[in-house]
């Protein structure tokens, strides 16, 4: 099956840099790449997707880029704000199944 | 719209006992995905159920179960509790189809002594 590797699992940015959060996946079926983010006590939220036509996303300050050829997909958040702080899943689907990562601590120091 | 709920909320049973947990999809989604989360392993997929039938599979024993009705609401059940089933149990709705979003419920913590 789908196997997700998110690299760092910490990250610690001061607030207004850049956090970048990195995913490889092993199934080159995948077709489908969210990300979600999960806040303490609450539930996964989902942040942004991209869909394996399109190379990369933008939704304000959060991206995504995908490159198929190496099986890797990336979150970029720019300018970052303490509400940021959260932890961070990325996503591989295929077949209606989505397989996580173990997700990545990200801290905002401000 | 309604989001995705479960119920119940927490629940706290002892090694041996059985569980039934339950999700509500939101109106109009056919698909419902159950997923354990523990600190370190992230989510892992349990199974998935579209239309009444499970479509997938994940890795666990058979002591973890479930089904769905014909109004989408789906169950979980766990036989035979091990401390080792603690855990975030998280549901999530979605269409059904290819690359549909999955929205998440609150989930379930339970908690096994």
Excluded at chain 1, 16 to 25: E, F, L, N, R, W
Excluded at chain 1, 49 to 72: C, F, P
Excluded at chain 1, 84 to 100: E, I, K, M, P, Q
Excluded at chain 2, 105 to 113: N, S
């Amino acid at each position: 099956g789908e196997n997700v590797e998110q690299h760092p699992s910490t990250l610690s940015v001061q607030e207004g840099d850049s956090a970048v959060i990195k995913c490889t996946y092993s199934d080159s079926a995948s077709n489908y790449f969210p990300w979600y983010k999960q806040e303490l006590g609450k539930r996964p939220q989902l942040i942004i997707d991209i869909r394996s036509n399109v190379g990369e996303k933008k939704d304000q300050r959060i991206a995504v880029t995908l490159n198929k050829t190496a099986k890797h997909f990336s979150l970029h958040i720019t300018e970052t704000q303490p509400e940021d702080s959260a932890v961070y899943f990325c996503a591989a689907s295929g077949n209606n199944r989505l397989a996580f990562g173990k997700g990545n601590q990200v801290v905002v120091i401000p | 719209k309604a989001g995705v709920t479960q119920t119940p909320r927490y629940l706290i049973k002892t090694r041996g006992q059985q569980v039934t947990l339950s999700c509500s999809p939101i109106s109009g989604h056919r698909s419902v995905s159950w997923y354990q989360q523990t600190p370190g392993q992230g989510l892992q997929f349990l199974f998935e159920y579209f239309s009444e039938t499970q479509r997938n599979k994940g890795n666990f024993p058979g002591r973890f179960s479930g089904r769905q009705f014909s109004n989408s609401r789906s169950e979980m059940n766990v036989s035979t509790l091990e401390l080792g089933d603690s855990a975030l149990y998280l549901c999530a709705s979605s269409l059904g189809f290819e690359k549909d979003t999955q929205y998440f419920g609150p989930g379930t913590r339970l908690t096994v002594l």
